[in-house]
């Protein structure tokens, strides 16, 4: 899924500004479908790392108590213009999710 | 209530399918993660059991965690929230929802530099505090603010 994944690093100071979306139900598998009145499946992203310059600065586990198509933000110190940011994400069911973005 | 409780073990079963289906190598979780999903935590349907399963149990209170969320949040589905943490040494940032139906939300690992700070949006299945826990030098401190949510987001 070539857009699944969107991000932005900005400079503030000596800090690089990550912002990252990410698209994805986030199904808790406590949820009905209204048409079925089946439970939806589980199905949420639970794994995500992101790397600078292919160093790990933030590990991330989710549950399913993150909100649909999610979006988190963090804060990366010494990164500079230029830098690589890559996220990489899995969910539940073993799907990946790829992003890379340059530090502006 | 008791049709929510009823789902959600449900889906604790097929968690723990996964969690086997890793174990026996049918699904491969790409070699970049530090650690396996801590699924006892995730599972757990009460906040000290989260708390403990997590890792962040025994957490002294401590106003040197920042949080931002709404006061009031019209939709529980989509819940804004975003957390520093000013105590020096801070490593790993949990955010929990006492009244979910799994009350921990997400843990976070800074290594290389990353400030102790996150933003996300969560869900929320109805008013209730919500805690953020760091672990700093060794020692756990957690934090908490009430939300009031007008509409759940977890269904049931």
């Keep these: 899924m070539a857009e699944a994944m969107k991000m932005r690093a900005t400079m503030d100071g000596d800090v690089a500004d990550v912002k990252v979306l990410i698209q994805h139900p986030m199904d808790t598998g406590l949820m009905k479908d209204k048409k079925t009145d089946k439970l939806i499946p589980a199905h949420f992203i639970n794994q995500v790392v992101a790397t600078l310059n292919g160093k790990t600065v933030l590990d991330a586990q989710w549950g399913v108590g993150i909100a649909q198509n999610p979006f988190i933000g963090f804060r990366v110190k010494g990164a500079k213009a230029g830098d690589k940011i890559a996220v990489n994400a899995v969910d539940n069911l073993g799907a990946k999710f790829d992003g890379e973005v340059v530090v502006a | ?156």
């Design chain 2, 1 to 156: 209530m008791n049709q929510l409780r009823r789902a959600f073990l449900k889906n604790a079963g097929t968690v723990g399918a996964v969690a086997v289906a890793i174990a026996t190598g049918l699904l491969k979780p790409i070699t970049v993660f530090a650690a396996a999903w801590n699924t006892s935590a995730f599972t757990s349907k009460d906040l000290g059991e989260a708390l403990k399963n997590a890792g962040y149990d025994g957490a002294a209170e401590s106003s040197d965690i920042v949080i931002k969320a709404p006061d009031i949040a019209e939709n529980g589905a989509v819940v804004p929230v975003s957390a520093t943490s000013n105590i020096p040494g801070t490593t790993s940032m949990a955010i929990f929802v006492d009244k979910n139906p799994a009350p921990l939300i997400a843990d976070f690992t800074f290594s290389n530099g990353t400030e102790p700070y996150i933003s996300t949006r969560i869900k929320m299945a109805k008013t209730s505090l919500v805690r953020v826990s760091v672990k700093a030098g060794g020692k756990n401190y957690i934090s908490s603010r009430e939300v009031k949510v007008t509409i759940g987001g977890c269904g049931g």
